[in-house]
């Protein structure tokens, strides 16, 4: 078994932020001439995700809107209360506990099959990088394993 390693720089420059990488992955898939196994797709970030699902620009709009129903970003999060929060802290702490709410719904990875050389998409499957938090650098990494 061959194991081939990527990683990609992503400069965010919204939140939520719904980045298609299909291309780039696809890309990956080629350079590293394994032609059945598995592509892993991963996030390295607690605030940014990783999904498959469909590029249309109305849906990724509802997308959008759908993750601030589910954890409004102006909502009240411990975890944004540096008053009492005491962990895990930097100098320039965001108040971020919607993003991380986010993404217990999103998760921070995707495990593709790779078959005779290529991902088998759907008919409107994508592969989005998402930011939940802010704008920032941010990674992504794509792992390939097979033969």
């Known amino acids: 078994m061959k194991v081939k390693n990527f990683s990609l720089k992503v400069d965010t420059k919204d939140a939520p932020q719904l980045i298609d990488i299909t291309d ?15 592509v892993l797709v991963y996030s390295k970030h607690t605030t940014a995700a990783v999904k498959i699902n469909e590029n249309e ?16 970003r ?13 962990v895990n802290m930097t100098e320039d702490e965001s108040p971020n506990g919607h993003a991380h709410l986010q993404h217990l719904m999103l998760g921070c990875s995707e495990t593709i099959p790779l078959v005779d050389g290529t ?16 704008p920032r650098p941010r990674e992504v990494m794509v792992q390939i394993m097979g033969e």
């Open 24 to 38: 780039w992955v696809k890309g990956c898939v080629a350079d590293s001439h394994i032609r059945n196994g598995l």
């Open 57 to 72: 620009p109305l849906l990724i709009e509802d997308m959008a809107e759908f993750l601030e129903r589910i954890a409004p």
């Open 74 to 86: 102006d909502a009240y999060y411990r975890h944004n209360d540096f008053s009492i929060r005491t």
């Open 119 to 134: 991902i088998p998409f759907g008919q409107w499957q994508s592969i989005f990088f998402i930011e939940l938090d802010h």
